[in-house]
């Protein structure tokens, strides 16, 4: 890659990470997941500013293409981020589905104590 | 001896007034539990004009999550014993004395289609009828016990069991055959009498083929998984 590509990818990640700051900080995104994405960020940027260190890195565990070591990285953190989205799902489920089950329980007493009050006006 | 009837009802306007007519003349003395799973049409006023309890749920939870919220009401509300009744008319009113009178030897009771006793054949299509085969064989091999139905919706529980399933009834598709390995892994005993069922008196069947390939595979996957597994997470008390 040319060295201006590395500059471009090393703003578009720095920018990504002014953006997830701004987020958090409009309380739009959560800081847990700030987390998640800042870590990344940092990686993308260190990776574009210093070229040589995905050379290093797969020359280490012999990868001979560094790109394809690149992608499998990243197609792996974006498949442990799948599965964590849905176990985050499942578990909103099950409260969503208590929450369901208790208002049907309130409501069931409120109309039961609308019509008391209702027979006693009689 | 305190007795509830559970209905889990979504859309069932048309059919549910016949059905609670009828309950009211042959089992006067049960408590009526209607679950109203997030129906869009008039099945909560149905219910409340009938002045039977009606619990509304805010959206569709499915029959499992329906039928978990009425064994919940029932088991606070300390019921002894309760029965699982269809609000489309399906159900005969007039087997409810033998479904309940076998609870003295179970924990629970199945209404079954498909014992032998059973003049009327009901009917189903093939491929239905194929995966419910295989069902049966599965939970046979899994429980040891021969169920003839394993998605019957008439079904009597003994307090005990309403109480297990308030926390833990299985809120998916296929929720009977789950309940069934529920059981099993709890020690709790389960016998059928065979039922003749009607024709449904209105609304529609619920379900799709493709939906139903999807829920089959996942109740297999949950028995092949099988018992010994923990309990769901993040259920309550």
């Given amino acids: 890659m040319t060295s201006t590509a590395h500059l471009l990818i090393a703003i578009l990640a720095v920018t990504a990470m002014l953006l997830i700051i701004r987020l958090v900080r409009l309380q739009a995104l959560k800081a847990k997941y700030s987390v998640l994405w800042l870590t990344v960020g940092v990686v993308l940027a260190v990776a574009a500013a210093v070229p040589g260190i995905l050379d290093w890195v797969a020359d280490k565990v012999g990868v001979a293409y560094q790109p394809a070591l690149f992608l499998l990285l990243g197609f792996g953190f974006l498949l442990l981020l799948a599965m964590h989205f849905s176990y985050e799902l499942s578990r909103l489920e099950t409260r969503v589905r208590s929450l369901a089950e208790d208002l049907a329980l309130l409501r069931h007493r409120l109309d039961r104590k609308s019509t008391d009050s209702k027979q006693e006006e009689k | ?237």
């Fill in chain 2, 1 to 237: 001896m305190r007795t509830a009837v559970i209905i889990p009802a979504f859309n069932e306007s048309e059919a549910l007034p016949a059905v609670l007519t009828e309950l009211a003349r042959t089992v006067p003395d049960h408590e009526v539990i209607v679950v109203d799973d997030g129906s869009t049409d008039k099945t909560a006023e149905v219910a409340l004009s009938a002045r039977v309890t009606c619990l509304r749920l805010p959206f569709n939870l499915g029959i499992g999550g329906a039928l978990r919220l009425g064994f919940r009401h029932a088991a606070e509300s300390g019921i002894d014993q309760a029965y699982q009744f269809d609000g489309d008319g399906q159900h005969d009113p007039s087997e409810i004395p033998g479904l309940l009178r076998s609870l003295d030897q179970a924990d629970m009771v199945i209404g079954s289609r498909f014992l032998e006793e059973t003049h009327q054949k009901y009917r189903v299509g093939i491929s239905r009828r194929m995966a419910m085969a295989l069902l049966r064989r599965l939970v046979l091999k899994v429980t040891g016990q021969a169920i003839s139905d394993t998605s019957s919706g008439f079904r009597a529980f003994r307090r005990p069991v309403l109480e297990l399933f308030a926390a833990e009834y299985p809120v998916e598709y296929m929720d009977s055959v789950e309940a069934l390995l529920l059981l099993h892994r709890h020690g709790f005993r389960v016998s059928e009498v065979p039922v003749k069922m009607r024709e449904r008196q209105g609304g529609r069947p619920s379900n799709r083929n493709l939906r139903l390939v999807y829920h089959f595979v996942r109740v297999l996957i949950v028995l092949a998984v099988g018992f010994g597994n923990r309990s769901p997470t993040g259920h309550l008390k």
